[in-house]
């Protein structure tokens, strides 16, 4: 069945550095989603990449989409404490969400 | 807006007991998801509906059970809570797309003893 594989499990970075985790389908997906989810709170939307190579940018966030259109990214620079979360993909293909584990990161200060 | 709203916040079952979890959105969305969320594991979806009446299973279903007959609230039962249903759960919404964002309710945390 389809996989989502999301790397690293974890992260741990000083405060200003980058920040980058990677998302892997099995199977190509017709759009993938980006949430954040805060410790203690839920999963909020971020952003929806459709196009294959397609590349947005939120602030000091870039998101892009795999000219195959069967992994992703998510590049933050210079983090900052408010970053911390876990970041979640969620692929999407015939009609079927599936959410990648995540990846938490921790910031140090 | 309250967007989409759990009830309980936190419960605490013995094994063996029955509950219902509630969950309303007020933002006239089709879709609705619930999700259980375990350390490592993620958000593994249980059931999901695309409208009023209609239910579906996701990718752990067994356990549990859902009604949706009305278009703003889906309810999951556990009809004999085991302690592997321990989790956080949460429940979602969307427009009639599952391409459009998933709006998230802020968790029921359900411990089973």
């Known amino acids: 069945g389809q996989q989502v594989m999301q790397i690293p499990q974890y992260q741990h970075v000083q405060e200003g550095e980058d920040f980058t985790t990677y998302c892997n389908s099995s199977?190509?997906?017709?759009?993938i989603q980006w949430y954040k989810q805060r410790p203690g709170g839920h999963p909020v939307f971020l952003i929806q990449l459709v196009k294959s190579g397609e590349v947005k940018k939120q602030k000091r966030l870039t998101f892009q989409f795999g000219e195959a259109k069967k992994n992703s990214s998510l590049h933050i620079t210079a983090t900052q404490t408010t970053d911390v979360g876990t970041y979640f993909c969620a692929g999407i293909r015939d009609d079927k969400i599936i959410f990648g584990k995540g990846t938490r990161l921790h910031i140090l200060p | 807006n309250a967007g989409v709203t759990q009830t309980p916040k936190f419960r605490v079952l013995k094994t063996g007991q029955s509950m219902t979890l509630l969950c309303a959105q007020d933002m006239n969305h089709e879709y609705m998801y619930w999700y259980r969320q375990d350390p490592g594991m993620g958000l593994r979806l249980i059931h999901y509906s695309v409208g009023e009446g209609t239910t579906a299973k996701g990718e752990v279903p067994d356990g549990y059970n859902v009604s949706r007959l009305k278009k703003q609230n889906f309810l999951l039962g556990l009809e004999s809570a085991a302690p592997s249903q321990t989790s956080v759960y949460f429940c979602?919404?969307?427009?009639?797309?599952?391409?459009?964002?998933?709006?998230f309710g802020d968790g029921t945390r359900l411990s089973i003893l």
């Open positions: 979602a919404s969307s427009y009639p797309d599952s391409v459009q964002p998933q709006h």
């Open positions: 199977t190509t997906l017709s759009n």
